[in-house]
């Protein structure tokens, strides 16, 4: 990346040597000297400035971006959905996460961008009791009776991405940013490196992989647990049993990123691409799953244990929570990913055909707890796709009790999504190991966006909660949110869904359950 600064220095050169020309030989060479000197002192602006890492990797270049951006709206448009991994968020809501991150997002003039009358359109109802929200950063408590160090988790908080696939600065900007705000971050499945390390509250992920807490064989290491679990910036302890865009599959981090810095960060070898099993071998069945949990808990000195998934089989997590009932030992917290999250290297046909939607998933699992009487025990988060305030609210009002974002985290650091992620040649310096590219983020501007982003965006949640005329998060409920079925009229999710009473499963299950409770065991999943 040496060349950026060097072809600027050619520039400031060759405006010299214009300048010469024009008082030797001509002064027709003033013109060049001009346009020469403008490009200069532009792209030396481009490589000092903060604000853009575009154009700190492409100084005078990078500006075409921005005028894109700016000649007219379908233009706009296509540039950023040309541009875009997964299922992608669309342009209103792209455009609200980047404006909230840059602390400009206003008041919008005219009316709603939405077809209100198509299929699918989702709106929330309001209260003529409306008021104005008392508490912009409310909180959900994690950890049971089973817990000596419970950790009270924000609204909404930065959902996994590891070390190794975003860079150094990206993590650390995050990092920052989350302890600025108060709000947790998740070290994704990557172990914790030392730019995990500046003051934010962490959600130490423990994959298949066992990174940061392995032996030489790859298998779980409860010494080298137990050393990094209590440290005290480590809150929570979560297993990671599947991720949304890939369940099934373990993690995959292509070997280019694998720098001697990301193996000593998870105990493997240099310039190797890393392929996290499938399934763990610490435990095969939901009895010794929860085993497991129990085992994490104690050695971490009682923090907060619990497991993220990719919702599958229903008789499958109703196992679990025949061994959480038969054991008496219950993880604090679900996670719930959804099939849509993004990654930055898997298969299509998992990305787009595998898993459970996170609206699915969530209202599943929200109802096996219910149903087995677990759900005043257990918190149950929502990842996927949340990015603004009503996306929090209608999570909620669907059985989540606190939320977390990567991609739209990954927008406040700077991702423009040029697909480049597996290639380490991310132009903004948020998925690279490359340190040149890398360099292009600011940590400390990029911090304080991920700040801006989670305290705007939470506190526009609890407004929308407080003009819907109650009095907290917890008074949500299915028949609060409306789905549009067809152009003739909608419906609450308490109408279109199944919802199940609490221990309903334990006494008499309803017909479209008993299949799968009479199925599921505590000694196999199944």
């Known amino acids: 990346m040496l060349i950026r600064p060097l072809i600027v220095t050619g520039i400031w050169a060759c405006a010299a040597l214009a300048i010469a020309a024009a008082l030797l ?3 027709g060479w003033a013109i060049a000297a001009v346009a020469l000197a403008a490009l200069a002192a532009l792209g030396t602006w481009d490589l000092l400035q903060t604000r853009h890492s575009i154009l700190r990797s492409y100084p005078i270049l990078g500006h075409m971006r921005f005028l894109m951006e700016h000649i007219r709206p379908e233009i706009r448009q296509y540039f950023i959905e040309s541009n875009t991994e997964g299922t992608p968020f669309d342009r209103e809501t792209r455009d609200l996460v980047y404006e909230r991150a840059k602390g400009t997002k206003g008041d919008e003039p005219f009316g709603t961008e939405r077809d209100v009358t198509a299929p699918g359109y989702e709106f929330l109802r309001h209260s003529l009791r409306a008021r104005l929200a008392d508490d912009l950063a409310p909180r959900v408590r994690l950890g049971g009776p089973e817990c000596a160090q419970p950790y009270d988790i924000a609204l909404l908080n930065v959902s996994a991405m590891s070390f190794g696939a975003l860079s150094a600065n990206a993590i650390q900007a995050l990092n920052r940013g989350a302890a600025r705000g108060g709000f947790a971050h998740d070290t994704g499945e990557g172990g ?14 423990i994959g298949s992989g066992y990174f940061g807490c392995r032996d030489a064989d790859g298998r779980f290491d409860p010494e080298a647990f137990a050393a990094k679990a ?3 910036e480590v809150k929570v302890i979560s297993i990671k049993l599947s991720q949304g865009a890939k369940p099934g599959l373990g993690g995959v981090l292509p070997g280019a ?3 001697p810095e990301i193996a000593a960060t998870r105990g493997v070898p240099v310039g190797r691409t890393v392929i996290s099993p499938p399934a763990h071998n610490a435990f095969g069945t939901p009895t010794e799953f929860v085993g497991f949990i129990d085992t994490l808990r104690r050695l971490s000195g009682g923090k907060p244990v619990g497991f993220k998934l990719c919702a599958g089989a229903r008789s499958e997590f109703l196992s679990i929570c025949k061994a959480i009932l038969q054991t008496g030992t219950a993880p604090d917290f679900v996670i719930v990913d959804g099939s849509e999250g993004g990654t930055g290297a898997a298969p299509l046909e998992f990305e787009d055909h595998v898993g459970m939607p996170l609206t699915e998933g969530l209202m599943m699992v929200h109802n096996c707890l219910v ?4 759900r005043e025990r257990i918190k149950v988060g929502a990842s996927g796709k949340v990015a603004s305030g009503v996306d929090i609210v209608s999570r909620v009002c669907q059985g989540a009790d606190f939320t977390m974002s990567a991609r739209a985290m990954m927008f406040a650091v700077g991702c423009i999504q040029a697909l480049t992620c597996h290639t380490n040649h991310c132009p903004t310096g948020v998925a690279t190991q490359d340190r040149a590219r890398a360099r292009a983020l600011d940590v400390n501007d990029k911090s304080a ?25 917890g008074d949500l409920s299915p028949a609060m949110l409306n789905r549009r079925i067809d152009g003739l009229g909608s419906r609450t999710y308490a109408e279109i869904y199944e919802w199940l009473m609490p221990g309903e499963l334990l006494e008499d299950p309803p017909e479209s359950w008993r299949s799968d409770w009479v199925e599921s065991s505590a000694s196999a999943f199944v």
């Open 25 to 27: 030989l001509s002064s």
């Open 257 to 259: 990123k694998v720098s």
């Open 449 to 473: 966006r991920v700040f801006n982003f989670q305290r705007e965006t939470v506190a526009s949640a609890a407004q929308i909660v407080a003009s819907m005329g109650l009095s907290g998060f």
């Open 192 to 205: 914790i490196s030392p730019y995990h390390l500046h003051g934010g509250d962490l959600v130490w992920e």
């Open 371 to 374: 149903g087995t009487g677990l």
């Open 230 to 232: 209590t440290l005290p």
